[in-house]
């Protein structure tokens, strides 16, 4: 993590805050973090720091952390839609832990039918499903 963290992570996300700030708060980004890459994040202090400079820029109440199934993985193709209902739930509660918020949209790796209902009763947008609270693009 240490060379991520210099070079990537440290400078886009004090550039990303200086914008917001700059901005007054018209500038909005959103990420997509997954669960695996926080577990990983813990191990070092460079991704405890790492964390605690997205946990900086989500205080600014002008970033969105994308819903996701917990592993980024292709559980939407499971037939038992169990799987991929467990695996939101498990990166939703990781992301109100970590950044207090509860995201709004979700990022899908895969559309699957078995997945379909599951969307359209959830209380998150899905971007391209009508089902979805209305919402068919990020912030609208």
Known sequence: FNKAKTKCYDPTNKLLLRL?????GRFKINYSITGT???????TKAGREVVESFQQLAST???????????????????????????????NSLIRDHFGVSPQVFRFACVSPV???LCA????????????RGRDRIGQ
């Not at 917001?20 to 007054?24: G, L």
């Not at 009763?121 to 979805?132: D, T």
């Open 37 to 43: 890459f926080i577990e990983q994040a813990q191990k």
């Open 61 to 91: 109440g002008k970033v969105e952390f994308l819903d996701e199934t917990y592993y980024h993985s292709l559980a939407s193709l499971f037939s038992d839609p169990e799987e991929f209902r467990s695996q939101v739930q498990q990166h």
């Open 20 to 24: 917001i700030e700059e901005n007054y």
């Open 115 to 117: 997945v379909v209902p």
């Open 121 to 132: 009763s959830s209380s998150v947008a899905y971007p391209g499903l009508p089902s979805s």
